[in-house]
């Protein structure tokens, strides 16, 4: 398997070499010309179905011409994907250049899909020009059902099973600033939504809208620079919903706070984000793991076009359970290289939150500090050592949801990470239980770096011992009382 994995790579290294930019801007040029037409013809369809009988001959033109130009996308992309954000539209991620003159036409076709609360069109297969006209005319038509619009639309809609419509989403572009702070947990659960709509478009054999994830990816990254604390706390908050999505969540929310350690800039915060939010697509198609990487590789390979995000998330997926430095059995055997760095940085995050991850009723397989310590252990071997160490540094001599016996004997749960290397074993907690044994209700706060002459950590206690239901429930108490906006971590 490491030998079909290396192949693979190796492949992927070669043809990313080969790779031209002047490839990549030509496709993007293309898809931003006949993106363009398709919205304006199939707008023209929906408008030309307010003023025409169905059989009227006026239909016949705009619609073949919708469908010849739907044609040649599929043949460039293979599945397309229409979304709008704002005034804006955009094709598989590729914004659409929409001219001063043309303005009012795109208004025209973003308000035509808001009146059934829609945010986009995917597009999975060939669509005639009879089923063009039939699009057209149930969507300009008012809704059935003005409570739900979308779904009224999709049961109108049943006999194309090859289009698909996704519901509107705010998400920032880069660099935008917003007046009010973003809260990761809200942030969170508004990715888990996205992130199901694709692993159902992949179960579904349909390749899934990048761009929804790539803007959840966004803001995402964007709360997480207002508020760490809760990115670090992830593996521990687990909540009733898909332990799956929120893994990726989870994981993602990781990868970007080890990636802002070392420096990456924005574009590869992003591209990591992306990476990892989709590092195990591949279990939608091997339900037991087993070869999920490969699989997950193989679905990448069905979007069309080459760039250098692409190859990123490729070698990600191919990579991701790959030891930092294999030990060769035999002197014949075939060395390994060094996985490439978004999958050395997934490697470490993705272990840590497989080890530490809270499920209600149940305790994590490793307390948080044991599973570093654990980790610590593999490094140079499992795992980059440079980048191990930074995580470390991450998280803390506490990572957040440690319990911790304190020196006048009461338990704690640490809620921030390591913040910097003065507060490294100095963590803010929450009081879980008193010096009699009687559990409290986690609202004291106390900052072990300020505080430290008068209580200190004593030792760790044991989460996976007898009492970890019991343990369970006092750090996911701390954990789920948010801390005040003073206290919160920043790096």
């Known amino acids: 398997m490491t030998m079909a994995v290396s192949t693979m790579v190796r492949g992927l290294e070669r043809a990313l070499a080969r790779a031209a930019l002047a490839d990549d801007r030509e ?21 030309i179905s307010r003023l025409y009988d169905p059989e009227n001959t006026a239909f016949d033109t705009p619609c073949q011409e919708t469908a010849v130009v739907l044609q040649k996308l599929l043949e460039l992309l293979g599945t397309i994907h229409i979304i709008c954000v704002e005034d804006q539209i955009y094709l598989n991620d590729i914004r659409l250049r929409i001219g001063p003159t043309e303005q009012a036409m795109a208004e025209g076709f973003i308000m035509e899909l808001a009146r059934h609360k829609i945010g986009g069109i995917s597009i999975h297969g060939e669509i005639n020009a009879e089923e063009i006209k039939s699009l057209g005319m149930t969507m300009s038509r008012p809704s059935a059902d003005p409570l739900h619009p979308r779904d009224a639309l999709r049961a109108q809609l049943t006999s194309l099973d090859r289009i698909d419509m996704t519901g509107t989403y705010r998400f920032t572009v880069g660099g935008e600033t917003e007046g009010r702070k973003k809260d990761v947990i809200d942030t969170m659960v508004r990715c888990e939504g996205v992130i199901q709509e694709a692993m159902h478009n992949l179960a579904a ?130 060395p390994v290289e060094t996985p490439s760095l978004f999958a050395r940085i997934l490697h470490i995050v993705d272990d ?51 319990l911790i016996e304190l020196s006048d004997g009461r338990w704690a749960v640490s809620v921030s990470g390591g913040r910097d290397r003065a507060h490294f074993e100095k963590p803010i907690i929450r009081i879980v239980r008193d010096t009699n044994g009687a559990a409290c209700d986690a609202t004291e706060v106390i900052d072990l770096f300020q505080e430290y002459a008068s209580v200190q950590p004593r030792l760790l206690i044991d989460q996976t011992g007898a009492n970890d239901q019991m343990i369970s429930s006092l750090v996911d108490g701390a954990l789920r009382n948010p801390l005040q906006p003073d206290t919160k971590m920043f790096i």
């Open 27 to 47: 496709l993007a040029a293309k898809v931003r010309e006949e993106g363009r037409r398709f919205v304006f013809l199939l707008n023209g369809v929906m408008r």
């Open 352 to 402: 840590y939150d497989i080890l530490t991850a809270f499920q209600p009723g149940t305790a994590p397989m490793m307390s948080p500090a044991r599973a570093v310590g654990s980790m610590w252990s593999a490094r140079g071997t499992a795992y980059d050592p440079d980048l191990l160490s930074l995580f470390v540094q991450l998280m803390g001599r506490y990572p957040p949801g440690s």
């Open 205 to 334: 054999e349909r390749i899934p809208n990048p761009l929804p994830v790539r803007r959840a990816v966004i803001e995402l990254l964007d709360a997480l620079r207002e508020d760490a604390s809760e990115g670090l706390a992830a593996p521990m908050k687990r909540h009733g919903g898909s332990a799956s999505i929120q893994h990726l969540i989870s994981v993602s929310s990781l990868a970007m706070l080890l990636g802002q350690m070392i420096g990456l800039p924005e574009a590869a915060m992003n591209d990591l984000g992306m990476a990892a939010m989709l590092h195990d697509i591949g279990s939608v198609h091997r339900p037991d793991w087993s070869g999920h990487a490969a699989a997950g590789a193989r679905i990448l390979m069905r979007q069309r076009g080459f760039h250098e995000a692409k190859i990123r998330r490729l070698l990600l997926v191919l990579e991701h359970h790959v030891p930092y430095r294999k030990v060769a059995e035999s002197e014949d055997e075939e």
